[in-house]
C-alpha cells in the first residue's frame, strides 16, 4: 500500500511538472509581452532564474520605453548572478548601471556587478588580470558609495582579492629560485618585499632572496663575485637585523660566513678594473 502511494505520488508530480513545462513551452511560442512579463517576475520570485532569466532576455527589447524596462533589466543582470554566470552577470549590470543611471537600484547594482568580478576571480595560481578588475571596480564601489550597506562586505572582498594577489607575487617570485634563476629571483623577491612591506610572506621573501644571491654570488664569474657576495653579506644583516628568531638563522649564518671567505680570498686577486696597466713604450725621437 505504501508503495503504491510512493508512485501514485511520483507520477502526480511528473504529470505536475510536465504541465508547468508545457506551459512554459507555450507561454514562451505564443504569450503576449505582458503575459511573459508577469510570468517573469512570477517565476523570478520563486528562484526560477532560468525560466525568468529566458523570458526577460527576450523581452528586453520589447520593454523600451515602457515602465516595466528598468526592472527588467535589473532582474535580467541578477538571474544570471544567481546561476553564477558572473561574466554575463557584470556585463549586464554595467549595461544597467549605464542605461539607467538615476535608478534607485544603481549602488545595488554597482555593488553586484563588483560581487561578480570578484566572484570570477581565478585561483592563485592562474593569470590574475581578472582579478586586479575585480579589485578595481570594487575600489570604485568604495570611492563612490563610502556609506553604502554593502560597504563592509565590498571592503573584505577586496582584503580577499589582495591577499589572493599577494600570495601569486611570493609563489611567482619564489618560482624564479626554484628553477634556479637566480638573479630574477633576486629582483622579484625584492620587488616583492617593497611592494608587500607587511606581508605574511615577507620573511620567506628576505630569505630566499639572500638564498638566491648567494647561489648567484657563487655562480658568478670573478670579476663579478666581490660585489654580488658584498650584496650577500647586506642581505643578511637585513635579515639578522629584521628576523632576529628566524628558524632559517643558522642556514643564513652559514651563507654569510661563507660569503666573508670568499670575499676575503677575493681580496688576494687583483681587480680587472685597477690592474696595472701595461708599461707604455718609451718614446721617440
Not at 517573469?40 to 523581452?59: M, P, Q, V
Not at 634563476?181 to 616583492?192: D, E, H, K, P
Not at 632572496?209 to 663575485?225: G, H, N, V
Request: hydrophobic share 35%; charged share 25%.
Amino acid at each position: 500500500m505504501r508503495f503504491s502511494r510512493l508512485i501514485t505520488a511520483a507520477l502526480l508530480t511528473g504529470t505536475l511538472s510536465l504541465g508547468s513545462c508545457t506551459g512554459y513551452q507555450k507561454l514562451l511560442k505564443n504569450g503576449s509581452v505582458n503575459e511573459k512579463y508577469e510570468a517573469a517576475i512570477k517565476y523570478y520570485d520563486k528562484g526560477d532564474f532560468f525560466r525568468s532569466g529566458t523570458l526577460l532576455e527576450e523581452l528586453i527589447p520589447l520593454l523600451k520605453g515602457r515602465p516595466e524596462a528598468e526592472k527588467a533589466q535589473f532582474y535580467f543582470a541578477n538571474t544570471n548572478y544567481k546561476q553564477r554566470n558572473y561574466v554575463l552577470a557584470a556585463y549586464y549590470f554595467k549595461q544597467f548601471i549605464d542605461t539607467y543611471p538615476n535608478s534607485p537600484q544603481v549602488e545595488e547594482a554597482s555593488f553586484l556587478r563588483a560581487k561578480s568580478l570578484y566572484r570570477d576571480s581565478p585561483s592563485y595560481e592562474l593569470d590574475q588580470t581578472n582579478t586586479i578588475t575585480a579589485v578595481e571596480t570594487i575600489q570604485d564601489f568604495l570611492n563612490t558609495y563610502a556609506s553604502s550597506q554593502f560597504k563592509a562586505e565590498a571592503e573584505s572582498m577586496s582584503q580577499e582579492l589582495q591577499k589572493k594577489l599577494e600570495n601569486k607575487a611570493f609563489q611567482s617570485a619564489k618560482l624564479y629560485y626554484a628553477l634556479r634563476y637566480n638573479q630574477a629571483a633576486v629582483t622579484s623577491l625584492g620587488n616583492f618585499v617593497q611592494q608587500y612591506p607587511g606581508s605574511v610572506y615577507s620573511e620567506q621573501a628576505d630569505y630566499i632572496r639572500l638564498q638566491a644571491q648567494y647561489a648567484w654570488a657563487k655562480e658568478s664569474i670573478e670579476s663579478k663575485q666581490r660585489e654580488r657576495f658584498t650584496d650577500a653579506v647586506a642581505y643578511y644583516q637585513h635579515f639578522i637585523d629584521t628576523y632576529p628568531q628566524s628558524k632559517n638563522l643558522r642556514l643564513a649564518q652559514a651563507m654569510y660566513d661563507d660569503s666573508r671567505a670568499e670575499l676575503e680570498r677575493l681580496k688576494s686577486i687583483p681587480d680587472a678594473n685597477t690592474a696595472a696597466s701595461p708599461t707604455p713604450a718609451p718614446a721617440t725621437n
